[in-house]
């Protein structure tokens, strides 16, 4: 019996071949990025960086630092996209160097990260980001959060009370979604004129937490695959429910978001007493088109100021415990300085006083600088030419540094993983500029793009009145597997088999 061919495959098969060969053969020798030093195979494909970030869980960032032990200060990292690792470079490509004023993109691949499609954080071009940015700026200003300084601390006084309560029974408790309930608290009530009262549930809403975790470290799988948020929606939820309940969770919280911002758009919710929350001022900013103020739009800006303006400061606050019971004489010093200036545990006084405290704000800083902040790297798309050092970077490149190192450089930070507040008080100054955790240039994080908005008057009042009022101790909490940055999940993440920072809590005795 005659074999029949079937030639439509062959044909197939081999142009998939000659296809593939001649996208090698460019990428390596003709692609304008071909000149540039780095791993032949980072070059060639983007698959690279889905094993170490998606099958290696967020192992991507620590091979790019080893790509500049071995290839110096920029490398290619992928067939597209460049990474510098110079902390003198990083005003310069992000914008806020002394002679930069160029106009800087995101890169849309890398923004596939985050499902929020239409949030500000995710805005590709330069201009449409400028125009949502420019109608959430108020809301982070030093004005506008010194006038949300009440609800700020009456937040912090109900976490107080938990933690009052906490101390009577001696139990351990999750201190890291303890201080993300105080955050989320506070960002929901700013936002919407209401909080989810997190601080009010028995575990601090640990399922949160822990949803939260889940979705960061399955970021990375979204760049590669960016259709899957939609399929999941699609799929029953009772069998999500039972195959993924943390994917289940979150599609739950979108829903949630919706409730919470379908009632302000249409104008059925009326503001708090005395309130301006951040979307019902949107809905009323007749310097937005109708376009920018569409139901989808506005759901995915608010999962993005919830997520970024919960997480990532209650991280930092956990470290912060952290470090200084792991160095108690940071803390003895703290202490020292905290009852000079608070006589009372009852009157803590406002957070722009506490900013003068030299002590307080080293302690704030140095949990800053070791709480990493964003640890992904953060391209940046120029519309000319970059000149660094002998390289000549051609317009349109995605460009990434990444904070992460510039944070833990020996050269800036000796002993870079050392707890030591004292570098601030003895070359504050100079090493302000190198405060990256969250960005800098117009497209940092909001929350903390001034040095003095809504994340660090958290943190000023969260310290001052628990380190006053409480001691701790951590319960089973290490360095190495709970605290330092393991993988790349946006944030820091700890080793895979972490609980999470534990600790127990008692009255202080004055």
């Not at 302000?264 to 005395?274: D, H």
């Not at 497209?443 to 793009?449: D, P």
């Not at 597997?481 to 993988?487: E, F, L, V, Y």
Request: aromatic content about 10%; some cysteine; glycine content about 6%.
């Amino acid at each position: 019996m005659e074999t029949i061919t079937p030639w439509p495959l062959v044909a197939a098969i081999v142009g998939g071949l000659c296809w593939m060969a001649t996208t090698v053969i460019w990428r390596l020798y003709f692609h304008p990025l071909s000149r540039f030093p780095g791993p032949k195979l980072t070059a060639v494909t983007l698959w690279y960086e889905f094993y170490w970030n998606v099958v290696k869980k967020g192992q991507f960032m620590w091979r790019v630092e080893e790509m500049h032990q071995r290839y110096g200060p920029i490398v290619r990292i992928n067939p597209h996209e460049l990474h510098i690792l110079d902390p003198d470079f990083y005003d310069e490509l992000y914008g806020c160097g002394v002679n930069s004023k160029r106009k800087l993109d995101k890169y849309e691949w890398w923004t596939r990260l985050a499902v929020a499609s239409s949030s500000t954080f995710t805005t590709v071009p330069h201009d449409l980001h400028r125009l949502r940015r420019a109608a959430l700026n108020p809301f982070f200003s030093v004005a506008s959060v010194t006038k949300l300084e009440p609800l700020i601390k009456s937040k912090v006084e109900k976490l107080s009370a938990r933690l009052d309560k906490i101390a009577q029974t001696g139990e351990v408790f999750r201190l890291d979604a303890a201080l993300m309930a105080l955050t989320m608290d506070v960002i929901c009530d700013y936002s919407f004129g209401r909080d989810r009262k997190y601080l009010d549930k028995p575990d601090f809403e640990l399922q949160f937490k822990e949803a939260v975790v889940g979705a960061t470290g399955g970021c990375f799988l979204m760049m590669q695959f960016p259709w899957i948020p939609s399929l999941m929606e699609r799929i029953p939820q009772s069998i999500v429910k039972r195959t993924s309940p943390g994917v289940a969770y979150m599609l739950a919280r979108q829903e949630d978001m919706i409730k919470q911002v379908s009632p302000i758009l249409a104008g059925t919710e009326g503001e708090k007493s005395g309130a301006r929350s951040i979307f019902h001022a949107l809905r009323d900013n007749e310097n937005l088109p109708p376009s920018e103020r569409t139901l989808k739009r506005m759901c995915d800006e608010a999962t993005l100021l919830t997520g970024a303006g919960s997480e990532t400061t209650g991280q930092t606050l956990t470290r912060m415990f952290f470090y200084l019971k792991h160095v108690p004489d940071a803390l003895e010093r703290f202490r020292e300085e905290l009852d000079v200036a608070i006589p009372s545990e009852q009157d803590i006084p406002s957070w722009s006083t506490l900013q003068q405290l030299p002590y307080l704000t080293a302690v704030i800083k140095e949990a800053l600088r070791l709480s990493y902040g964003i640890t992904t790297r953060l391209p940046r798309v120029a519309h000319e030419d970059i000149i660094y050092k002998q390289y000549v970077i051609p317009a349109g490149t995605p460009v990434s540094q990444t904070g992460c190192f510039i944070l833990m450089d020996p050269t800036v930070f000796p002993e870079p993983h050392v707890f030591k507040p004292e570098r601030w008080l003895d070359s504050g100054k100079r090493l302000d500029r190198y405060l990256v955790p969250f960005g800098k240039g117009s497209r940092a994080c909001l929350g903390i793009r001034y040095g003095s908005t809504l994340a660090y008057a958290e943190m000023y009042l969260t310290a001052a009145t628990i380190v006053k009022r409480f001691d701790w101790e951590m319960y089973e909490t290490t360095l190495g597997r709970d605290i330092a940055c393991h993988r790349d999940a946006f944030v820091a993440l700890g080793a895979h088999d972490s609980p999470g920072v534990r600790a127990t809590m008692s009255r202080r005795k004055l």
